[in-house]
Structures are given as structure tokens and as C-alpha cells.
T-cell receptor, first 114, second 114 residues
Framework: QQQVKQSPQSLIVQKGGIPIINCAYE??????FPWYQQFPGKGPALLIA?????SEKKEGRFTISFNKSAKQFSLHIMDSQPGDSATYFC?????????????FGQGTTLQVKP | ETGVTQSPTHLIKTRGQQVTLRCSSQ?????VSWYQQALGQGPQFIFQ???????GRGNFPPRFSGLQFPNYSSELNVNALELDDSALYLC?????????????FGPGTRLTVL
């Protein structure tokens, strides 16, 4: 049973555009929502994370928007650059649990054209 | 601060064989989680090790087993390899003292089963 649904599967934007990647979750016990960036042949790298007590978090050009009632969260990349071309994964976990097992979405492949 | 390292980088095995993958956790981290990432998919949680014991397991059969050593490094063992075991195996380390268990991934081991 897939507990985190991510869309779109792929995305192409021009340099300077604002790609938006969306995720929806089912388990209301989730309380930690990180985003990871993965380049080909590399492991996922933690980008930014949010907890449900805030509706938005910004770190540099990356912003997470969180809608607890809709059980949805999204990643916005401001002023996107060709170097942002990668696969992005949302994830969710019970952050306060003793394992913090991450449930990942299916991933979004982003291409930023020069 | 040393990041998460994994060895080997790539591995080719035949069906029915056994394999051992290794992971060294990031400095200051005492918890290791293992994930399987099939091509084009998000990582899936296999299990976690804390204080040298299994501390949570995903939906993987018993032929997937692991160890954690006193220096917090870890091994993933897979017996009776099947073709579907071909994947990128990722190790992630975390500090259990971190409230929301931020997990930092290594570069992975690419396993091919022929």
C-alpha cells in the first residue's frame, strides 16, 4: 500500500522558472516530511524538511508548503537552475517514533533547460 | 565530519548466491537504516539497527539480515539472491538524539543479480 503519492512523475522547466512538486500522504500519524534530491549514481541528499506545526518553510531557493487538513505538501524551487536537474523525492515518517522509518514517494525527475 | 560511506560501489552476483554490503555511519551517528531502491522508484525501508540490534523492519523476507558493530558500522546480508534483488542499496545514518531522526544517505551499492 503506497502511503505517499508524488506528482508529477517528470517535469521540464526553463531556467528561472518555479517547478512545483506535490505529495499527498494517508497516515495522519506522520509528523515529519523531508525532501531529498538525488543525482544519477548518488545517494539521496536531504534538502529541507517540515513538521506539521508550520505551513511553510524556506531554505535558500527551496520552499515547502504544507496543508495539514488536505494531507498534502509541496516543494517549490525558486529561480531554478540547470544544476537543479535531478530526481526529487518526498518522504514522510513518524518523526517522534524510535525508528523514524521513511516512506518515500515515487520521485519526480526535474529537467531545467538553460 | 566524515559522511556515510558504503562498499562496494558495484557488485554482480548470480541467482542463489549470497552477498554482504557494508556501511560506515557518519561521525556522531549511532543508528543505521538500510533501504532498497529499485530503478525508477523511491527507496524502500528494509530495517534499522540501533545499539547492535534490529530496531524496526520493513516488508522484506528473512533472507535479508543485518548486523551493527560497536563502532556503529553495519552490514546488510542477502541470502539466496533473486533477480528482483537487483537494485541500489542505500545506507542512512542518524543520531537518535535528534528529535526528528534526520537521516543522511550514503552513495549506495549497485547490486546486479544475473
Amino acid at each position: 500500500q503506497q502511503q505517499v503519492k508524488q506528482s508529477p512523475q517528470s517535469l521540464i522547466v526553463q531556467k528561472g522558472g518555479i517547478p512545483i512538486i506535490n505529495c499527498a500522504y494517508e497516515n495522519t500519524a506522520f509528523d515529519y516530511f523531508p525532501w531529498y534530491q538525488q543525482f544519477p549514481g548518488k545517494g539521496p541528499a536531504l534538502l529541507i524538511a517540515i513538521r506539521p506545526d508550520v505551513s511553510e518553510k524556506k531554505e535558500g531557493r527551496f520552499t515547502i508548503s504544507f496543508n495539514k487538513s488536505a494531507k498534502q505538501f509541496s516543494l517549490h524551487i525558486m529561480d531554478s537552475q540547470p544544476g537543479d536537474s535531478a530526481t526529487y523525492f518526498c518522504a514522510a515518517s513518524k518523526g517522534s517514533s524510535n525508528t523514524g522509518k521513511l516512506i518515500f514517494g515515487q520521485g519526480t525527475t526535474l529537467q531545467v533547460k538553460p | 565530519e566524515t559522511g556515510v560511506t558504503q562498499s562496494p560501489t558495484h557488485l554482480i552476483k548470480t541467482r542463489g548466491q549470497q552477498v554482504t554490503l557494508r556501511c560506515s555511519s557518519q561521525s556522531g551517528h549511532n543508528t543505521v537504516s538500510w533501504y532498497q531502491q529499485a530503478l525508477g522508484q523511491g527507496p524502500q525501508f528494509i530495517f534499522q539497527y540501533y545499539r547492535e540490534e534490529e530496531n524496526g523492519r520493513g516488508n522484506f523476507p528473512p533472507r535479508f539480515s543485518g548486523l551493527q558493530f560497536p563502532n556503529y558500522s553495519s552490514e546488510l546480508n542477502v541470502n539466496a539472491l533473486e533477480l528482483d534483488d537487483s537494485a541500489l542499496y542505500l545506507c542512512a545514518s542518524s543520531r537518535t538524539s535528534a528529535v526528528y531522526n534526520e537521516q543522511f544517505f550514503g552513495p549506495g551499492t549497485r547490486l546486479t543479480v544475473l
